[in-house]
């Protein structure tokens, strides 16, 4: 057996995302059965100072030899970055992208992609123009539990699927916890709102089953019905929203899904997972699959089938428990449990598309998170709702 390939991170940003992501980068793989690669933290850059930086390099367990950045722009010059992970919000992520894609880095950039779809296009562009790696970071997309859904459907048990629906939804008392207005998930000038950040994987449940399942030759846009409802104090975000999306099957006819999103109210109230049932279906005409809530990092799943069958899943992150018998995506037998919250799967995924000259991700490619985009882009545009231009923009650079 070779050596594991060691993959050299950057990672752009300081703030909570980054904190779960790095410390998971460095657990080590073989603890979840990943023989292929390895990780190391080289630089980690903060806006702010170059103290944040060293501070969170320190947090994080990285190496002593991994150097802090007081700036983006100085960050990517850094020659011994292999792959930069950017964790800004999604407002900057156009921005921060380009500079890193411009300065010839590949890049692992978290969900949403950015604000629209022209400027994930134009990175893509870029991207391919460089001869670059780049993907968006859902990392629901590489848990077990969403190949396990993904490959029973491909299998036919279901049978030809029917509808789809999936709400992450969350109660955060807005008007109480973000009164000011500048917390992300209300500031316009962040793309605050629903959709961008917590409807980003109710999307990505209704694609994972609808879109990516099916050959790429045979996956075709949907039509976008939406209702949006906005957030009264700041007028230009979303607090609740309805998507009706009608996927083309010539030939088992067209397929429904809704998709749902709100900033009021809660998937699963109570917080235990069971109690409000599952946030995602996914109806067959021989039965369904059910995922429990929270759908960005669900734990449980259920399979009724016409004729009775009924088999309950548990999938403890960030392995899925003892005795499943599950096999990764990279044919590897999964640990019981481990270190971790579950986000170094996707950046295994990134590191061994480095290792075998890949330049997108396996499990949502380029063109699959252009298509999301755009269908955000219809819903804002059904409802009028655009952010302020320097974060819509494709000037580059862009101060913001």
């Known amino acids: 057996m070779s050596a594991p390939k060691e993959i050299r991170w950057g990672i752009l940003a ?23 690669v390895k990780h190391t933290v080289v630089a980690a850059a903060s806006s702010s100072s170059v103290s944040r930086a060293s501070d969170f390099l320190k947090e ?39 500079l890193c894609l411009e300065a010839g880095k590949n890049v692992l950039c978290e969900k949403a992609f950015t604000v629209n779809a022209p400027q994930l296009k134009e990175l893509v562009r870029i991207a391919k123009e460089k001869n670059l790696f780049l993907m968006e970071a859902v990392w629901t997309r590489y848990f077990p539990l969403s190949i396990y859904v993904r490959e029973l459907i491909q299998s036919g048990k279901l049978g030809a699927i029917q509808r789809v629906s ?29 959709l961008l950040d917590l409807g980003i994987y109710s999307l990505t449940w209704v694609f994972q089953t609808l879109y990516t399942t099916l050959p790429p030759a045979d996956r075709k846009p949907p039509s976008v019905l939406s209702s949006l409802k906005r957030y009264a104090p ?20 067209d397929v429904h899904a809704v998709a749902t999103t709100g900033i009021k ?47 309950e899943r548990d999938w403890p ?39 075998e000259g890949r330049k997108e991700g396996r499990f949502e490619d380029l063109a699959e998170s252009i298509t999301i985009m755009e269908v955000m882009d219809e819903v804002r545009k059904q409802a009028g709702l655009r952010y302020p231009e320097k974060i819509e923009t494709l000037n580059f650079p862009q101060p913001l």
């Open 14 to 36: 300081t703030g909570g995302i980054a904190l779960t992501f790095t410390k998971d980068l460095l657990v080590d793989p073989t603890t979840r059965g990943v023989t292929n």
């Open 60 to 98: 994080v367990g990285a190496p002593s030899s991994a150097k802090p950045y007081g700036s983006y722009e100085e960050f990517v010059t850094d020659p011994n970055i292999d792959i930069v992970y950017i964790a800004t919000p999604h407002s900057h992520h156009y921005q921060n992208a380009r």
């Open 166 to 194: 999936a709400d992450n939804s969350h109660a955060l008392d807005p008007e109480n916890t973000m009164a000011d207005g500048k917390n992300r998930m209300v500031n316009p000038d962040l793309a605050g709102g629903a």
């Open 234 to 253: 700041t007028g230009a975000a979303d607090e609740l929203t309805t998507i009706l999306l009608t996927f083309p099957r010539p030939k088992t006819g």
């Open 265 to 311: 109210y809660a998937s699963d109230p109570v917080g235990d997972k069971t109690t409000a049932g599952p946030a995602c279906r996914v109806h067959g005409e021989k039965g369904e699959i059910q995922i429990f809530p929270p759908l960005y990092r669900p734990t449980k799943t259920r399979l009724i089938l016409n004729d009775g069958t009924v088999d």
């Open 317 to 355: 992150q960030p392995g899925p428990g003892k005795g499943s018998g599950w096999v990764n995506g990279f044919g590897d037998s999964m640990q019981a449990e481990g270190e971790g919250q579950g986000m170094f799967w996707e950046a295994d995924e990134a590191a061994t598309a480095l290792v």
